[in-house]
């Protein structure tokens, strides 16, 4: 989830991970990404504030 592409301003919230990339388009794309093996939510936003969000709102099935 957060291994070929080079994320910055890594941060953690319970078990969800935001990062934000440049996509092939030179834009900024917000990630956040759930790191419990047996959940695999991950999902991509355009603004930072929406992704901590879903980090912060994630009910992980498997944590
Ligand atoms: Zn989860």
Do not use: I, W
């Not at 919230?13 to 759930?34: L, S």
């Not at 936003?45 to 709102?57: F, G, I, K, V």
């Amino acid at each position: 989830m957060f291994g070929n592409r080079k994320f910055r301003r890594v941060t953690r919230t319970g078990p969800v991970q935001v990062g934000t990339a440049y996509d092939n388009r030179g834009r900024e794309k917000h990630t956040a990404a759930c790191t419990a093996p047996r959940c695999g939510f991950s999902a991509e936003y355009d603004s930072r504030s929406a992704a901590e969000l879903a980090a912060r709102t994630h009910r992980c099935p498997a944590h």
